[in-house]
């Protein structure tokens, strides 16, 4: 066994703007854990060497963020199916024989986050729409589909980068021209944005939404604002709406129970230090 206190932490570049830090620090004092998880700044030259010295320094595991994710899946001894379907790794765990295993909860964090406020909602309940195919796109389209869609579109303003998704995701993913959505939007039971849009600092979300329907759930992925104006919209017309701050705090808890051994939970002093 080892006797040093379990170290975790969050490997991105840049790290600094990371709340995985503030929320993992508050389960661990939580758990009553003797433990710590540190953000890492780590360039993408130094990437591999340093993820292959953390477990001699330590570490038990890490997350992995921007710009490393799809590097760590190649650099894992094992990952799971849905971390090879996304094409990228956000947690990984070290084995005691310099095993590296990979898995990527982003899909599952989303899902989770918006079964914990509509329990009854899934992904095979109706038609869906999700908006962008970047990584968090793939990450969501993976989570819908193993939660029972029969049917997603996707749409983006760079179509290419939409059909190689729907390439990769199979005849279950059709493509829609990011003109079409606005008129798409009236007939699906759920509608998702990946993109930026909408986000502080970034263009804000232009698409026409007159034809939402109040019985559409809408889910945005942005959380900074955590009412983005696609989720007040919505609101305002009686559609259920999930915001993206829930899928940030339910994607670190698979990591956290793996590495720590205690299950951590999302509670209003959790969502309110993040915000802060
Ligand atoms: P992530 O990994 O978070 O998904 P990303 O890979 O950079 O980030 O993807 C960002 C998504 O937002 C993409 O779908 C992008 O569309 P493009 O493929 O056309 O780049 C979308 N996006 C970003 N800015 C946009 C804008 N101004 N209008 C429409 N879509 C935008």
């Known amino acids: 066994m080892s006797t040093t206190l379990p170290l975790a932490g969050v490997i991105g570049f840049p790290i600094a703007h990371s709340k995985s830090p503030k929320m993992h620090g508050l389960w661990l004092a939580q758990n009553g854990i003797k433990g710590h998880y540190v953000p ?3 360039s993408p030259d130094d990437f591999e060497q340093v993820l292959k010295l ?10 992995v963020t921007i710009p490393h994710k799809v590097t ?3 650099l894992a001894t ?5 971390a090879r379907q996304i094409g990228a790794a956000n947690t990984i765990t ?4 310099g095993e590296i295993y990979a898995d990527n909860t982003d899909g599952h964090g989303f899902i989770t986050n918006i079964k914990s406020k509509y329990p009854d909602w899934s992904a095979s309940t109706g038609p869906l729409l999700v908006l962008g195919a970047g990584g968090a796109a793939r990450a969501v389209l993976s989570a819908l589909l193993d939660d029972g869609a029969p049917q997603i579109l996707i749409a983006n303003r760079t179509r290419e980068n939409a059909d190689r998704l729907a390439r990769d ?3 279950s993913v059709t493509v829609i021209e990011w003109s079409d959505v606005s008129t798409q939007i009236a007939n699906v039971a759920t509608l998702v944005n990946t993109t930026s849009l909408g986000m502080v600092g970034k263009p804000p979300m232009t698409i ?6 109040p019985e559409t759930l809408v889910s945005d992925i942005v959380y900074t604002p955590l009412e983005t104006d696609l989720l007040k919209t919505a609101s305002d017309k009686g559609c259920k709406t999930v915001d993206g701050l829930g899928m940030l705090i339910y994607q670190g808890m698979p990591g956290f129970e793996k590495w720590f051994g205690a299950t951590p939970v999302a509670t209003d002093e959790l969502r309110e230090m993040l915000l802060k």
């Open 40 to 42: 890492l700044a780590v």
């Open 54 to 63: 953390l477990p001699k320094m330590g570490f038990v595991g890490a997350n």
């Open 72 to 74: 760590a899946l190649q």
């Open 78 to 82: 094992h990952a799971t199916d849905r």
């Open 94 to 97: 070290f084995g005691e024989n």
């Open 169 to 171: 995701f199979g005849e």
């Open 208 to 213: 026409d939404l007159s034809q939402l329907q």
